[in-house]
């Protein structure tokens, strides 16, 4: 299976697919911080502010994958005149994705969700959004843009959140012209009527949805099948791909049995965004000529992959190349660059998990580290390793230091289970990576005074905290080498 799965990515890694993505956009926002006292001007709670952030979500988030993956990705869909359409803009050319098809429509706001979380747990939602039926006037717009640019695109993909976007007329026509265009059009659908879709090559409902629009309660594969069949017939599919959760995927095609799909997922941290990432991948596998069930086994790869991180940080083909073809010292995917780290430390925080930080060389990893590295952990949610890179060892440590290379060294760290995320720096002190990260509790080991900790200012001026753990008793690196040195050389 993973010579065949490889083939997809290779294909998938040769050029630019073009590719149209029509859909709601969204504007995700979070606020966190914490809540200590009551207001005197009313019995609410007072939430002090500690952070906020944002992220592109609905069919942006859709484009945001694809284009991860390697696509040129034209995005369709309206946003308000407003700071989130422009914010949202912005977002998306710094991405890479096409906007000319992002109209403005004065009277509505951009779909903006913002949500307020503290102390572990979201408050409440705020959705500021119009989910009435764009204007015809609109409408026109887009459907005049599609025909423009539709003839080039490899595949069209719908995600729709019943946000007034995907109005039956305009599916009506956008599914006409794919025909026409012999384009094969999928939809991650939404809603309790199917019926709008009729005539897409392929639908990528999840379980909860193919239940609503179906009518059939689902507890075993047998009301699954019943349900699918259902919804075949109805939207007159040729594919439908359910998505389950922890029980993987499950294939549903005219003319050929159902396929169920095992998770290949290990760790479950956080399922967002693992819809998007399978209507992603099974789209470009069924766009380059794949075969559904191939297509659908690489989506089931890459949900299981998503699934096993924290955020709705998109795939890349990286990730995908590692896995399928097991050559990769980062394979677990905790061990990231700077810029693949903030994205899921950020969501993080939105979520009220606290973020641990402790650094180090862990040269000829040992008991003692092992220990520290546990008792670490225990004092949040998420901990994170700031390794020293080997010339900063060299430099810190002397020649002939370090005696194992930093991809091995962040290999050996990353088969620890205490270890959520390993991120390997250049400079002689993590201060600059204390400043960009903002952990909640800094961590050192050894018997330093707090003020000799590097980073302790950093993350106090935020409300952070310092810890000193002591390290076991007879356990160093030094040591070890010494032992070795005068017992085997």
């Not at 500690?50 to 592109?56: Q, T």
């Not at 003319?255 to 991948?281: C, F, M, N, Q, R």
């Given at each position: 299976?993973?010579?065949?799965?490889?083939?997809?990515?290779?294909?998938?890694?040769?050029?630019?697919?073009?590719?149209?993505?029509?859909?709601?956009?969204?504007?995700?926002?979070?606020?966190?911080?914490?809540?200590?006292?009551?207001?005197?001007?009313?019995?609410?709670?007072?939430?002090?502010?500690?952070?906020?952030?944002?992220?592109?979500?609905?069919?942006?988030?859709?484009?945001?994958?694809?284009?991860?993956?390697?696509?040129?990705?034209?995005?369709?869909g309206v946003v308000g005149a407003d700071e989130h359409g422009y914010k949202l803009k912005e977002r998306l050319k710094e991405s890479g994705i096409e906007t000319g098809g992002i109209f403005t429509d004065p009277h509505r706001p951009t779909t903006c969700k913002t949500r307020i979380l503290a102390h572990n747990q979201q408050i409440i939602r705020i959705d500021k959004e119009i989910t009435q039926p764009i204007p015809d006037p609109i409408e026109v717009h887009i459907l005049e843009y599609i025909r423009l640019i539709g003839p080039e695109m490899v595949g069209i993909i719908c995600s729709d959140y019943l946000k007034g976007l995907l109005k039956e007329s305009l599916l009506k026509q956008l599914i006409r012209m794919a025909k026409e265009w012999d384009k094969l059009l999928l939809v991650d659908p939404k809603g309790r009527d199917f019926s709008k879709y009729?005539?897409?090559?392929?639908?990528?409902?999840?379980?909860?949805?193919?239940?609503?629009?179906?009518?059939?309660?689902?507890?075993?594969?047998?009301?699954?099948?019943?349900?699918?069949?259902?919804?075949?017939?109805?939207?007159?599919?040729?594919?439908?791909?359910?998505?389950?959760?922890?029980?993987?995927?499950?294939?549903?095609?005219?003319?050929?049995?159902?396929?169920?799909?095992?998770?290949?997922?290990?760790?479950?941290?956080?399922?967002?965004?693992?819809?998007?990432?399978?209507?992603?991948?099974?789209?470009?596998?069924?766009?380059?000529?794949?075969?559904?069930?191939?297509?659908?086994?690489?989506?089931?790869?890459?949900?299981?992959?998503?699934?096993?991180?924290?955020?709705?940080?998109?795939?890349?083909?990286?990730?995908?190349?590692?896995?399928?073809?097991?050559?990769?010292?980062?394979?677990?995917?905790?061990?990231?660059?700077?810029?693949?780290?903030?994205?899921?430390?950020?969501?993080?925080?939105?979520?009220?998990?606290?973020?641990?930080?402790?650094?180090?060389?862990?040269?000829?990893?040992?008991?003692?580290?092992?220990?520290?590295?546990?008792?670490?952990?225990?004092?949040?949610?998420?901990?994170?390793?700031?390794?020293?890179?080997?010339?900063?060892?060299?430099?810190?440590?002397?020649?002939?230091?370090?005696?194992?290379?930093?991809?091995?060294?962040?290999?050996?760290?990353?088969?620890?289970?205490?270890?959520?995320?390993?991120?390997?720096?250049?400079?002689?002190?993590?201060?600059?990576?204390?400043?960009?990260?903002?952990?909640?509790?800094?961590?050192?080991?050894?018997?330093?005074?707090?003020?000799?900790?590097?980073?302790?200012?950093?993350?106090?001026?935020?409300?952070?905290?310092?810890?000193?753990?002591?390290?076991?008793?007879?356990?160093?690196?030094?040591?070890?080498?010494?032992?070795?040195?005068?017992?085997?050389?």
């Open positions: 299976m993973k010579q065949i799965l490889q083939q997809i990515l290779t294909g998938i890694s040769s050029g630019k697919i073009k590719i149209l993505v029509l859909g709601d956009i969204i504007y995700d926002e979070y606020i966190w911080g914490n809540i200590e006292r009551i207001s005197p001007e009313a019995p609410i709670p007072v939430l002090e502010w500690v952070g906020d952030n944002s992220a592109l979500g609905g069919a942006a988030n859709v484009a945001h994958n694809l284009c991860q993956l390697g696509a040129k990705v034209y995005l369709v009729q005539g897409a090559y392929a639908l990528t409902p999840n379980l909860k949805e193919t239940e609503i629009a179906s009518g059939i309660r689902i507890t075993t594969e047998a009301d699954l099948e019943r349900a699918a069949s259902s919804l075949s017939q109805l939207v007159n599919c040729h594919t439908l791909l359910v998505t389950r959760g922890k029980d993987g995927l499950s294939l549903f095609q005219k003319g050929h049995s159902p396929t169920h799909i095992p998770t290949v997922a290990k760790e479950v941290y956080d399922v967002t965004g693992a819809g998007d990432t399978v209507i992603s991948l099974f789209g470009l596998s069924l766009f380059l000529g794949y075969d559904p069930i191939d297509a659908a086994r690489l989506a089931n790869v890459g949900a299981g992959i998503v699934v096993g991180k924290l955020g709705t940080a998109p795939l890349s083909r990286r990730e995908l190349a590692e896995y399928l073809t097991d050559q990769s010292l980062y394979q677990s995917k905790k061990a990231l660059t700077l810029t693949e780290l903030l994205p899921i430390v950020n969501l993080a925080r939105t979520q009220g998990k606290t973020i641990v930080f402790t650094n180090g060389c862990f040269d000829l990893l040992h008991v003692g580290h092992i220990q520290y590295l546990q008792k670490a952990k225990a004092l949040g949610n998420i901990l994170i390793i700031g390794l020293n890179d080997d010339n900063s060892v060299r430099t810190l440590k002397g020649h002939p230091r370090p005696l194992i290379s930093q991809e091995e060294r962040a290999n050996i760290l990353a088969a620890l289970g205490c270890i959520d995320y390993i991120v390997i720096f250049s400079e002689l002190t993590p201060e600059a990576l204390i400043r960009t990260i903002k952990p909640h509790i800094l961590v050192k080991g050894g018997d330093y005074a707090l003020d000799q900790v590097v980073g302790r200012d950093i993350v106090e001026s935020y409300g952070g905290r310092t810890e000193i753990i002591p390290y076991m008793a007879g356990y160093s690196t030094t040591g070890l080498i010494e032992k070795i040195v005068q017992n085997y050389v």
